[in-house]
């Protein structure tokens, strides 16, 4: 079944580029020039992933992505925005967004982003169809992951993560002490390494910290290796 992306964008030019290169992808377009009657589309059912700029009329791209994550199931978010910000990038990420591109942005880079977000999703489905020692839960001083359920307990209390926070903790978890780059973990977690995209690790780490961390200042669990990265305490 061809896997459909709604594209909600209000610049007719962006928008046809990006609904030419989803169907080169082989995945089926549907276009919306506007906040409201995007999600609108989005509620009728049927998409698999939604291209969402950041400014739109009708209702902005930030009130449409906390709708959309309010709403019952997972559908990956990936945003544009013409502002290149940190406040801007980490307004989006806050809002549930998976993934951003700021506009002007590359056709490869933009085919990248989407595989990407889909082979997550079919990551994310696998649990479930079989089980493995490799998804047995993590337990670490008070910090319990259980990746069929995709949950995080903090001393007995959930901590609510974005489906990508989730991805990035468990990588760590699998694999304590060791030491990853910004690059590797680029590779392992978005699944594309995009040379000075390592920003968005830096603010995925900062959020991650604010949900699991007793002190973000003084990382517990996610510790830095300054000139090198991070890695899960051991």
Sequence with gaps: MTRTVLIIEDNPGIAQLVRMHVEDLGLTAVHRDRGDTGLERYRQGG??????????????????????????????????????TELDRVLGLEMGADDYLTKPFSVAELAARIKALFRRVDAMAAPAQAATPANEAIECEGLHLDPDRRKVMVHGQEAELTAREFDLLWHFASHPGRVFSRTQLLDAV?????????????????????????????????????????????
């Design 47 to 84: 998409v698999d992933l939604v291209v969402l700029d950041l400014m739109l009329p009708g209702l902005d791209g930030l009130s449409v992505c906390r709708e959309i994550r309010g709403g019952p199931g997972y559908v990956p978010v990936l945003m544009l925005t013409a502002k290149s």
């Design 190 to 234: 978005w699944g594309y390494n995009h040379e000075g995209y390592e920003h968005t690790v830096n603010t995925h780490i900062n959020r991650l910290r604010n949900k699991i961390e007793a002190d973000p200042a003084k990382p517990d669990f996610i510790q830095t290796v300054w000139g090198v990265g991070y890695r899960f305490r051991d």
